[in-house]
């Protein structure tokens, strides 16, 4: 399969704890973008990792990228209630244009 | 500056009716791409738009189709509807194409219901 697979697929956590999702895939990318969704709306974009970078940060948020193992990670530290959402990667190839390859998300509960 | 727009928010129609959606990329946005969201297949890629000209299909029959106007604005069509086109379709617009300019904005969506 092309697209990206993440677990857990569920995760709930309490306020101010971290949160931790992986996003695998099998196939060469250019580059691995997140987003996040809340309750069946738009897509919001978090953060891009080129296929030559390992690990950025944004904010409260972390994403690493092993591209020898075909991997990523996004962790989300201090978490929120507001952080409650699904979280999808999604993967860029260039020779496919501007199609992006999701996953099937990571649905995140932050329980106040 | 405005995001991007989708209209109508919601839809409901009725099996083998046809439907058009509507979506406004961000000012200065030439690529407009199109996916459709549901619960057991996810976000699949249906149609990607640059300058007025289709780059990328999704794996769809040819009952979805696409257009993009001179600015910028995209419409999707679906014709002969059927109960499984239920679906949230997103649109996203980005400066070139999503994976290499970076990031894609997504709209909110049209929630389409077929009964």
């Known amino acids: 399969s092309q697209q990206g697979e993440e677990d857990p697929q569920a995760l709930s956590i309490q306020e101010g704890e971290n949160a931790t999702m992986n996003c695998s895939y099998k196939t060469s990318i250019n580059n691995l973008q997140w987003y996040r969704q809340n309750s069946g709306r738009g897509l919001v974009h978090l953060i891009l990792?080129?296929?030559?970078?390992r690990e950025k940060h944004s904010g409260r948020l972390r994403v690493t990228l092993d591209t020898s193992k075909k991997s990523s990670s996004l962790l989300i530290t201090a978490s929120r209630a507001a952080d409650t959402a699904s979280y999808f990667c999604a993967l860029g190839r260039y020779n496919q244009g501007g199609k992006l390859i999701f996953g099937q998300g990571t649905e995140l509960s932050v329980k106040p | 500056k405005a995001g991007v727009t989708q209209t109508p928010r919601y839809l409901i129609k009725t099996r083998g009716q046809q439907v058009t959606l509507s979506c406004s990329p961000i000012s200065g946005h030439r690529s407009v791409s199109w996916y459709q969201q549901t619960p057991g297949q996810g976000l699949q890629f249906l149609f990607e738009?640059?300058?007025?000209?289709?780059?990328n299909k999704g794996n769809f029959p040819g009952r979805f189709s696409g257009r993009q106007f001179s600015n910028s604005r995209s419409e999707m069509n679906v014709s002969t509807l059927e109960l499984g086109d239920s679906a949230l379709y997103l649109c996203a617009s980005s400066l070139a194409q999503a994976t290499t300019s970076g990031r894609a904005e997504f709209g909110p969506g049209t929630r389409l219901t077929v009964t």
């Open positions: 738009y640059f300058s007025e000209t289709q780059r």
């Open positions: 990792i080129r296929s030559n970078e």
